[in-house]
């Protein structure tokens, strides 16, 4: 280029775009200086230092959108659409620099080859756009839209379809069933801690929830997540059948649950006549035991759900985890209050023993 300055038109720029108006210029200068019509990439590179190969590449595949340029086939060579017509005075005969008009989208319009080429340097294959244009063609007749190039419309619009196809295989990845050994991360607990949730409660709730999920056989990547909200909803329940009494009481001969308990159990599945059956047994046991507690409510409930998952025959697996999670709340376990101690100062041997014979008896 003369004195090392580039001259573009303004309307080549405001037409083709700023790079590709300079670009256009290169192009002029060195078939300027060449006789052969064909310009290589070596030599285009040389005359623009300041582009990198791929910012050249992609100012290059512009034009040929364009169809200002042509890439000749097996090399790494271009032209001018109109190699008799080389000459800036005669440019404007067949590379018009007026604004084109605009025209709806055709029925049999597809996508040329150059959108195809570059489409596949992003990383979309060919399949891949020729899948779009349908959906292009509806969404933009549906839109009755009209565009100067339609080429670059559709591919931006493949563009964006790959990158959400990128996105969607991606959060489909990392989707997985829950695992036999999955516990809530330390951020989750700290979240239902805050929410006023008891740690000893959560844990109690982990095998429930492991149960569940893994027999609907889901896959998710939020498994953290769907914890919180199954622990809140039963925390909540469990409050709500929480006596107003901050001393533990053993239970007495004529115990029964609160009508509080019966609306939370319609939640479960759990029919009343059931539960209601369960009283009886439920009372002798803890007589027996001679334990007290602050909400005789919440150990029936435990209670009913055991016996009405044994009446509905579950998996022997299923039934073992649910064994482990009553025991757990059945254990027998020291209250500070001294008023929660065992009747008649009975030694933790002799409770325990008893509590195997109730446990056999009852066939629990």
Request: charged fraction near 35%.
């Amino acid at each position: 280029m003369k004195d090392k300055h580039i001259t573009i038109s303004k309307e080549a720029a405001i037409t083709l775009g700023l790079n590709q108006s300079v670009l256009l210029e290169a192009l002029y200068s060195l078939l300027d200086k060449n006789k052969d019509l064909s310009i290589d990439f070596e030599s285009i590179l040389q005359e623009t230092p300041f582009w990198s190969k791929d910012e050249l590449n992609k100012t290059i595949d512009n034009l040929v959108v364009k169809g200002v340029i042509v890439k000749e086939k097996n090399k790494n060579s271009f032209y001018l659409v109109n190699k008799s017509k080389i000459k800036k005075k005669e440019i404007s005969e067949y590379t018009d620099f007026t604004t084109p008009d605009e025209i709806f989208l055709e029925e049999e319009w597809k996508p040329n080859k150059q959108i195809l080429n570059q489409a596949l340097e992003y990383g979309i294959p060919e399949s891949f756009v020729m899948n779009q244009i349908q959906d292009f063609k509806h969404f933009y007749n549906e839109k009755h839209e009209k565009s100067r190039s339609w080429e670059i419309k559709f591919l931006r619009f493949v563009i964006k379809q790959w990158r959400l196809e990128e996105i969607t295989e991606y959060k489909e990845a990392k989707r997985k069933p829950i695992k036999k050994n999955w516990t809530p991360d330390q951020e989750a607990i700290e979240i239902l801690i805050k929410a006023g949730v008891k740690k000893e409660f959560i844990n109690e709730e982990v095998d429930e929830f492991k149960l569940y999920w893994s027999e609907k056989g889901e896959v998710s990547d939020t498994w953290n997540s769907k914890f919180i909200a199954h622990a809140r909803r039963q925390w909540a329940k469990f409050s709500n059948l929480i006596e107003n009494s901050d001393k533990p009481l053993p239970i007495t001969d004529d115990w029964t649950p609160s009508e509080d308990f019966f609306q939370v159990l319609s939640l479960t599945g759990i029919t009343k006549d059931f539960s209601e059956s369960c009283i009886p047994e439920f009372i002798l046991y803890w007589k027996e035991t001679g334990q007290s507690h602050n909400s005789w409510n919440s150990k029936f409930l435990q209670h009913v759900k055991f016996q009405w998952q044994k009446n509905m025959k579950y998996s022997e697996q299923n039934i073992s985890l649910l064994e482990e999670r009553i025991e757990k709340s059945w254990d027998i376990s020291e209250v500070n209050d001294p008023s929660s101690k065992t009747i008649n100062k009975k030694s933790q041997e002799e409770v325990s023993l008893k509590l195997k014979e109730l446990k056999k008896k009852h066939q629990i």
